[in-house]
């Protein structure tokens, strides 16, 4: 992007974009699913990091200089925080959701960039373009797609499911409502921005068979250990859902828990 001495932001998105792509030979990729920035050379100096894991941040990760973590989180708990695995190595966590400055924004992303670039692109930078304030911010929906209107509507049966199992309960993983048997997870749900999934172990056995149906996916992460994906984001057969949750809570659960199922299990509730 060519340096401007004033940029119009549209939404944070491109807000996010606009401050970090003027830099000279600024570029984006997408790494574990957030958009990343770096210079030539590949050194990265910022992410964008919204709802990561659950923390309900929309967020700029910085590669600052030494010192800077430990000075901008005391002096400024609401704007600043120690991002994860970054954060040991001096990163700085930056909530854009919390009123700051986007002049100020501005400014440490090209310090971020000013430290890992080479001099001769430092030397290229000029002035720190003028940016407003995004126009909209986001939705809580947007922030946390497990949020929307669809999913709490999906959630509530599913839960009622799970939660009829022996000694099932709900509990929370990298962000993502799950249900466990003991400490054994047997089911989840997830959003990835385009597709409402819910998961369930099968085998690896099963798995083929069942990505005949486009439905079906085998996800990431899991996916070898026999985990399938279903996209419930048109629709949902809750007899099929409620079969697909059994045979997985039956793969983890202990013998004293299978033995309290009840026989036949109740039929699941249309939403």
Same mark, same amino acid.
């Given at each position: 992007?060519?340096?401007?001495?004033s940029i119009l932001a549209r939404d944070i998105h491109q807000a996010v974009r606009e401050v970090c792509l003027?830099?000279?030979?600024?570029?984006?990729?997408?790494?574990?699913?957030?958009?990343?920035?770096?210079?030539?050379?590949?050194?990265?100096?910022?992410? $964008?990091?919204?709802?990561?894991?659950?923390?309900?941040?929309?967020?700029?990760?910085?590669?600052v200089m030494p010192g800077a973590q430990e000075h901008y989180v005391d002096a400024q708990p609401r704007h600043?925080?120690?991002?994860?695995?970054?954060?040991?190595?001096?990163?700085?966590?930056?909530?854009?959701?919390?009123?700051?400055?986007?002049?100020?924004?501005?400014?440490?992303?090209?310090?971020?960039?000013?430290?890992?670039?080479?001099?001769?692109?430092?030397?290229?930078?000029?002035?720190?373009?003028?940016?407003?304030?995004?126009?909209?911010?986001?939705?809580?929906?947007?922030?946390?797609?497990?949020?929307?209107?669809?999913?709490?509507?999906?959630?509530?049966?599913?839960?009622?499911?799970?939660?009829?199992?022996?000694?099932?309960?709900?509990?929370?993983?990298?962000?993502?409502?799950?249900?466990?048997?003991?400490?054994?997870?047997?089911?989840?749900?997830?959003?990835?921005?385009?597709?409402?999934?819910?998961?369930?172990?099968?085998?690896?056995?099963?798995?083929?068979?069942?990505?005949?149906?486009?439905? $079906?996916?085998?996800?990431?992460?899991?996916?070898?250990?026999g985990w399938i994906s279903l996209d419930v984001s048109a629709g949902c057969d809750w007899a099929e859902v409620?079969?697909?949750?059994?045979?997985?809570?039956?793969?983890?659960?202990?013998?004293?828990?299978?033995?309290?199922?009840?026989?036949?299990?109740?039929?699941?509730?249309?939403?």
């Amino acid at each position: 992007m060519a340096r401007a001495e004033s940029i119009l932001a549209r939404d944070i998105h491109q807000a996010v974009r606009e401050v970090c792509l003027w830099l000279p030979e600024a570029e984006e990729f997408l790494s574990h699913g957030s958009p990343n920035f770096r210079v030539r050379g590949g050194k990265t100096f910022a992410t $964008y990091a919204v709802n990561h894991h659950g923390d309900g941040r929309v967020a700029l990760w910085l590669n600052v200089m030494p010192g800077a973590q430990e000075h901008y989180v005391d002096a400024q708990p609401r704007h600043f925080f120690v991002p994860p695995y970054v954060g040991p190595r001096g990163w700085l966590g930056v909530r854009l959701d919390q009123g700051i400055a986007w002049k100020q924004v501005a400014q440490q992303v090209r310090e971020a960039y000013e430290k890992v670039a080479p001099a001769a692109l430092r030397s290229r930078i000029g002035n720190t373009p003028r940016l407003k304030a995004p126009d909209k911010i986001l939705s809580a929906s947007e922030i946390d797609p497990m949020q929307s209107p669809r999913a709490l509507a999906l959630l509530e049966p599913f839960r009622k499911i799970c939660l009829a199992l022996p000694e099932a309960h709900e509990t929370s993983q990298f962000g993502h409502p799950v249900w466990q048997a003991g400490k054994k997870t047997f089911a989840l749900a997830r959003h990835d921005g385009k597709r409402l999934t819910l998961n369930f172990w099968v085998g690896v056995d099963k798995q083929g068979l069942l990505t005949m149906d486009a439905r $079906y996916t085998v996800p990431p992460y899991m996916g070898h250990n026999g985990w399938i994906s279903l996209d419930v984001s048109a629709g949902c057969d809750w007899a099929e859902v409620q079969a697909l949750t059994l045979q997985s809570y039956r793969h983890f659960a202990l013998q004293r828990m299978l033995l309290l199922l009840p026989r036949p299990l109740p039929a699941p509730r249309r939403p």
